[in-house]
């Protein structure tokens, strides 16, 4: 009987599975099948021991367990006859890995095969040592193989040469065994023994560096001459493909001189002829050509410098480009990429042609060319390719668009030459693909339209523009909100119109709130976008007046909303709009500028919030950007900021604000224009009391201690401290608590001790009716604080309520203010009010201290403020 | 290294021929076809033949309504192993005679030893036909 006729019983198998009709079926008759063969098995039947086994490779195929199986190969290797061991050793490569443990019991087998008489054995079990062989296997049988590397049968030799490169990778240590008869391999004249020696060799070089030095010194004539002697043969039909001999050997050699000459000039000067030679020779009208081409191209690339090569090899590429052939367009691009780290110019050249395949129908094309695109870009062309880009991005599919959006987001960011044409290019790939965009991209752009003040009027009424045509785009709809809010002053009134705009129809207040109404009240609108809304209706508020009673109702409306944040924002926001008319203003006064620099640090460094960034938590309240969140600190209100993201900048920009000596110059509170210089900000703060429109803190604590405006002077502004810290201990304390900006605790009842200097005693300042005098001592030991006691004096003849005293100094003094005794002020000087004050001069000795006041204070139930400058203190404080 | 498996699968999807050259589970092998097969069997005739999948790629072309698919490493050159399933091809063909689908089914291990004959252990072996196809017309002969 023909023990490899597997006979009927295989074939009925295949047949019984291939007509069933379900996958039910199927299992149902693998399962009998599994059933019958585990009892031949276990009867240990020897005839139709193959056959089973050949069923069982055909489940297995089908991916079926078969692990009952497995010593069913081993007892088929051991047996005598050829087809036996033959589908035995099939079985063990299909059915075993080199994991498994039965492998170690096949060791013997194979040292046994390995020495058998019969050549056809000897390849049976080079093979399977080949296929999967593990580490103990492979250093039991390295000797023998290495015997056979030497046969006398070429095919043996051949096999001896595979099996020795999984050894070798297997276990590197035996890699010097190796190298020299791998050395003789190469200079065989049978094309598979050569095929297989180069492998050998280039694995050698690929886990041995000596091996390297080796081949690299004593072989690469011999593989260049080898090389010549393929290119030039004449027609061999065993070999040939499509006119070419033997086209695989042609890139084995390609690929080992490619690794011979990487980093050698030597050994690549010795190449150069012949790959000119196969460069241009060589047929490129069939695919075998062209895989020769390729691979010529790619060695050329990575050997060492030689101008003519390189010439040739773009131009190999370039005509690859224009195949229209989608493979070679493929391996063109790929072969491109690496190009441009070596020849960028060259490359530059293809553009147009690249530019093409970015829009190709073909999905593997569209993705390469994206990056090369991305690659290619520099100032010089990236006016042209966005402009290409982001017409693409309008007819590109779904799946592409997400990689497309954030390339030219990337690009953008990277290369703009100016800011207006970034937030051009930016709202265009808003309006496409707004909801691809992530949410640094456009964090990054509103820092950027913030930064770019005189663009504020174009850029709000661009995205009103943009908002009326695509405001399914989320993104684009907070992008707008927010702006609308910040800016829609400048929407309403045609501020700063560029002459390259086209006029607008004029916007109405009740157009701009209408805007925002819709974003409020899209389904679509997520809880992000929403809380923006309510924010930027809040800044409408103050900025449209007359809309005011409509915005009230659109808040109201969230009064009741599940979601917590809603909520909260809906009643603070309207708390604010009903009862604190008077802050509101200054409350939601325009931003500061964002520090670009900072932002990118941050965003680049993802710092984790530190407590100094308690203020980007407020920052985040009043304008609602919500990337701003410093992490835990402080949310005065408990609110919980959606999105908690890490490292704001909200302490550098509070940094900057604060961090500027005192100019003279003053600004009304409430002004609505971006403070110049940070003293306006300073005073802005000093102004409201204790609130900081950038940090609302009023929000806090209006909404906490409504009766307690006005009755917290502020301490003074210290660029190291943390503002909301002491805020939040102020809100917290409760209506005698003083804020100290410095920390948040009490502070210490003020200490006359004499420090045994004496300094004379000022009048800080005088008015009509107010004088303010100062009194001095200095704690002991510290040389650098003073303690200043403040005596007021009422000279009118009304008395004063609300009495608030204000107080700032600059960078390198630190101020700390203690409540006063009392705020009211009786007239006509019939009492005092005093107040304690601690100055630490960090400069003591090089600069004297100097100050600035604000007072505030009604008069006949009339608002007064005064200020004034204090630079009379005695020069050694 | 070079070459992971190689596969042969039907328009329906269904394997008829597998070699794995690295170890994969039974489940991943499982898996593994079905995403490659679904990614290659919906492009069309226009796309070019390399798919790119997790961190190797595929080669692949279709023949009548056999689908045959090669895994390679990145730095492997795609054209050459286009050239190699047509040499696969062109082999069987030899030998079985105007080959199709069922000749491959039904002659499997056949099939197998010359896939073995031609590529070990990732690396193509022999690419000249009568080379790769004599011990396996000398089987015949015997039995």
Request: glycine fraction near 4%; hydrophobic fraction near 40%; charged fraction near 25%.
């Amino acid at each position: 009987m023909n023990p490899f006729s597997s006979g009927t019983r295989l074939r009925d198998m295949i047949r019984a599975i291939r007509a069933c009709k379900t996958a039910a079926e199927e299992r149902a008759v693998v399962r009998k099948e599994c059933a019958a063969i585990r009892a031949a098995i276990n009867e240990n039947d020897q005839d139709y021991r193959h056959r089973n086994l050949a069923k069982l490779m055909f489940i297995h195929m089908l991916g079926y367990p078969t692990h009952f199986g497995q010593m069913e190969c081993l007892k088929l290797i051991a047996s005598a006859g050829f087809p036996e061991k033959r589908i035995g050793y099939l079985g063990l490569m299909l059915l075993l890995d080199e994991r498994q443990e039965v492998l170690m019991l096949v060791t013997n087998s194979l040292k046994q095969d390995l020495n058998h008489s019969n050549q056809y054995i000897v390849g049976l079990a080079l093979c399977a040592l080949g296929n999967i062989c593990s580490a103990e296997m492979a250093r039991d049988l390295a000797p023998e193989v290495e015997r056979l590397l030497q046969f006398r049968d070429p095919n043996i030799r051949k096999k001896a040469a595979l099996c020795s490169i999984r050894i070798v990778k297997k276990v590197p240590d035996l890699a010097e065994n190796f190298i020299n008869p791998a050395a003789t391999l190469l200079r065989e004249k049978h094309h598979g023994v050569l095929i297989t020696g180069i492998q050998l060799c280039t694995d050698l070089c690929k886990v041995s560096p000596e091996a390297l030095e080796y081949f690299r010194k004593k072989c690469t004539e011999g593989l260049v001459r080898t090389l010549k002697d393929v290119v030039n043969s004449p027609y061999a039909p065993e070999y040939d493909i499509a006119g070419i001999t033997d086209p695989f050997l042609h890139i084995r050699l390609l690929k080992i001189l490619r690794i011979l000459g990487q980093g050698d000039a030597d050994a690549s000067d010795t190449m150069n002829d012949i790959l000119a030679q196969v460069a241009t020779k060589t047929e490129s009208n069939k695919n075998a050509g062209n895989a020769i081409l390729y691979e010529c191209v790619e060695t050329i690339m990575s050997i060492e410098d030689n101008g003519g090569l390189r010439v040739l090899a773009i131009n190999i590429l370039g005509r690859f480009l224009s195949n229209r052939d989608n493979n070679i367009r493929y391996v063109a691009l790929n072969m491109l990429m690496k190009a441009i780290t070596v020849d960028a110019q060259a490359v530059q050249r293809h553009r147009a042609t690249i530019l093409e395949c970015v829009k190709d129908s073909d999905a593997s094309i569209r993705k390469r060319a994206l990056e090369l695109v991305y690659l290619l870009v520099n100032e010089s062309n990236v006016r042209p390719l966005t402009k290409d880009l982001i017409e693409y991005l309008e007819v590109s599919d779904q799946e592409f668009k997400g990689d497309l959006t954030a390339k030219i987001c990337s690009i953008v960011e990277k290369f703009s030459p100016e800011k207006i044409w970034y937030i051009d290019q930016m709202l265009k790939v808003l309006t496409e693909a707004g909801n691809f965009v992530k949410d640094e991209v456009w964090h990054a752009l509103i820092v950027v339209i913030s930064n770019a003040s005189d663009l504020h009027g174009y850029t709000v009424r661009a995205l009103y523009r943009a908002f009326q045509t695509s405001a399914e785009q989320e993104t684009l709809v907070r992008v707008a909100v927010w702006c609308i809010g910040e800016y829609g002053d400048m929407l309403v009134n045609n501020v700063g119109v560029l002459d390259i705009e086209d006029p607008i129809k004029t916007v109405t207040e009740s157009n701009a709130v209408d805007v925002v109404e819709i974003a409020i009240k899209r389904h679509a609108s997520d809880l992000t976008t929403k809380a923006m809304a309510l924010i930027a209706l809040v800044k409408l508020s103050s900025r449209f007046p007359s809309c005011s009673e409509r915005i009230k109702d659109i808040i109201m409306h969230y009064k009741g909303s599940l979601v917590l944040e809603l909520q909260q924002r809906s009643l603070e926001f309207n708390s604010i709009i009903e009862k604190h008319q008077n802050i509101r203003s200054t409350l939601v006064e325009r931003m500061p500028v964002l520090d670009e620099a900072t932002f990118s640090g941050r965003r680049a460094g993802s710092l984790p919030a530190t407590v100094s960034t308690s203020n980007g938590a407020s920052l985040n309240l009043p304008n609602g950007v919500a990337k701003h969140s410093a992490a835990p600190l402080v949310d005065l209100l408990d609110l919980s900021d959606d999105a908690p993201a890490p490292g704001s900048s909200g302490s550098d920009f509070l940094h900057d604000l604060l961090g500027v000596d005192l100019a003279p110059a003053s600004t009304q509170p409430g002004i609505s224009q971006a403070p110049k210089s940070g003293t306006d900000v300073l005073l802005d703060l000093l102004s409201i009391g204790t609130t900081n429109p950038v940090q609302s803190n009023s929000s806090a604590l209006d909404i906490l201690s409504p009766g307690q405006d006005n009755q917290k002077p502020i301490a003074a502004l210290d660029v190291l401290s943390s503002p909301l810290a002491s805020a939040q201990a102020n809100s917290s304390v409760g209506a005698s608590s003083m804020i100290d900006l410095l920390d948040g605790f009490a502070p210490s009842p003020l200490k006359h001790e004499d420090n045994g200097q004496v300094y004379p005693s000022i009048v800080a300042f005088e008015s009509s009716n107010l004088r303010i005098t100062f009194n001095f001592s200095k704690p002991p030991g510290n040389a650098q604080t003073t303690l200043i006691q403040a005596t007021f004096k009422n000279l009118s003849s009304n008395a004063f309520t609300d009495f608030v005293f204000q107080a700032a100094v600059p960078k390198f003094l630190q101020l700390h203010l203690d409540p006063a005794s009392r705020n009211t002020l009786p007239a006509s000087d019939n009492g005092s009010v005093t107040q304690s004050l601690r100055v630490t001069n960090s400069q003591h000795g090089k600069k004297a201290l100097v100050m600035r006041i604000r007072i505030a204070y009604k008069l006949n139930n009339k608002d007064m403020l005064e200020e004034g400058q204090i630079n009379n203190f005695p020069q050694d404080l | 290294m070079g070459i992971r498996f190689i596969l042969m699968v039907n328009k329906q999807g269904q394997t008829r021929l597998a070699q794995y050259y690295e170890w994969l589970t039974l489940e991943e092998r499982r898996a593994l076809e079905g995403e490659i097969v679904r990614k290659c069997l919906a492009r069309t005739e226009q796309q070019c033949s390399f798919v790119e999948h997790r961190n190797y790629k595929i080669v692949y072309r279709r023949y009548a309504s056999l689908f045959f698919l090669v895994g390679v490493d990145n730095d492997e050159n795609e054209l050459a192993i286009l050239e190699f399933i047509h040499l696969l091809v062109e082999t069987m063909d030899r030998h079985f005679g105007n080959v199709c689908e069922l000749d491959i089914m039904f002659h499997l291990e056949k099939a197998h030893f010359m896939l073995e004959e031609m590529v070990m252990n990732g690396c193509v072996v022999e690419t000249s036909k009568s080379n790769i196809l004599a011990p396996i017309q000398l089987m015949d002969k015997t039995s």
